[in-house]
Structures are given as structure tokens and as C-alpha cells.
């Protein structure tokens, strides 16, 4: 996957898509971290940085907040970075605002903007939002439930909206600013996500049937 998200960035777009997985929230409504639930033998936000990783994304960091020990451990041994997200407690909007100055400082030229609590999530999913970034969209966002959403590929020029981002305002806002700029890429089950104990009780008990 990797290879083949590398070879479509020869033809388009130069660069590599760099990827903020989100896994600071605090998780009040599930009364757990989200980030940490384990699925398929693997926590959540390690699933994310996992896809990101296989999808060719560089370099990919996880905003750590609440949890954050945990989250550390969860993904230990990936070639990731964790930025540390002090303001979590703000909002959604903070954790974007950390991922991007990251990505920023280290030159990346777009950005993933990845979810831990989306199970339907994969790497082939991430790479087809990389090649719609590499074919010219300046925001490459998944298209679900009759919405325009994350995960999302924003190009660098879109970095100073998502910095401006506060409470829990999030990438959808800068997604739904200017329709004519974005690019629909289809993610079937992208609705899917872990809010609720009755959420992870609908996602566990599908994948468990799976295998």
C-alpha cells in the first residue's frame, strides 16, 4: 500500500501527505477512553496510526491529552510521533490546532486528519484520499451518511483555517466553508463511530460475527 501511495504521488501532487490521528478527548459519554477500547486483538487509536502508516502517510503524529499514558503505551513501537495536547479539555479543535503546528514545523505539504473511533477505517481508505489530494483537490474529504467528513486530506494552504479552529469546532467546519473545493471520496460505514456504550456494544458485535 505504501509503494503504491508513493507511485501516485510521482504522477500528481509532489510530496507525501503527512496524517494527525486525534486521541486526546476525554471520552465522557462512553464513560472510558474511546482511544483505548480494543478491537480485533489491537486499541483503536493503534488501528488508526497503523493505517495511516500503511497508507504511505509522512510523518504521522497522535495528539495525546486525556489518557495519555495509555495512549503512549497503545502505540509503542510505531514510527510515530505523540504531540502532547495540554488544552484538550477545550475541545476537538485544540488537538487539530496541535497536530497541525506539528506537521507544519515539519514541512508536510497536506494533512490527514484522522479519527481514532471510526472501525471501518482502513489504510486502502486513506490512500484514496492521499491520491484525490496528489490529483489537485486542495480538501479531499470521505463522503458518508448524506455528509462531508473526516477523515479528511487538507492541503497545506488549508492549515491556517484548521489552526484556527477553537472548542469543539471540527474539521467539518473548514470542509463545509467552501463546497467547491473539495472532493468527495465514498467511505461506506464511515457513519460508523464510538460515542456511546450502545455504539461500541453495535461495533463489536458485527466484527465478532466477522470472524
Not at 8 to 28: I, K
Not at 53 to 68: C, F, I, R, T
Not at 155 to 174: K, P, Q, W
Not at 179 to 205: I, K, L, N, Q, S
Amino acid at each position: 500500500m505504501a509503494d503504491t501511495a508513493r507511485h501516485m504521488g510521482e504522477a500528481g501532487r509532489p510530496g507525501v501527505p503527512g496524517a494527525v490521528v486525534l486521541a486526546a478527548g476525554g471520552s465522557t459519554r462512553l464513560g472510558r477512553p474511546k482511544q483505548l477500547l480494543v478491537l480485533g486483538g489491537e486499541p483503536l487509536v493503534r488501528r488508526a496510526a497503523r493505517a495511516a502508516l500503511e497508507a504511505g502517510l509522512s510523518p504521522v503524529v497522535v495528539v495525546v491529552g486525556a489518557a495519555a499514558d495509555g495512549v503512549r503505551a497503545a502505540i509503542a513501537g510505531l514510527p510515530v510521533a505523540a504531540v502532547e495536547n495540554a488544552g484538550w479539555a477545550e475541545g476537538i479543535g485544540s488537538s487539530i490546532r496541535a497536530g497541525i503546528a506539528a506537521l507544519a514545523r515539519a514541512g508536510a505539504p497536506a494533512a490527514a486528519v484522522v479519527l481514532c473511533d471510526q472501525p471501518r477505517l482502513d489504510a486502502a481508505h486513506l490512500a484514496r484520499l492521499a491520491a484525490t489530494w496528489r490529483a489537485g483537490a486542495a480538501i479531499a474529504a470521505s463522503a458518508y451518511g448524506g455528509a462531508r467528513g473526516v477523515p479528511a486530506v487538507f492541503d497545506a494552504s488549508v492549515f491556517g483555517e484548521l489552526a484556527s479552529l477553537a472548542g469543539d469546532r471540527g474539521a467539518r467546519a473548514v470542509i463545509s466553508r467552501d463546497p467547491a473545493r473539495v472532493a468527495e471520496v465514498p467511505f461506506p460505514g464511515g457513519e460508523e463511530d464510538v460515542d456511546r456504550p450502545e455504539d461500541w456494544e453495535r461495533v463489536t458485535g458485527p466484527y465478532s460475527r466477522r470472524r
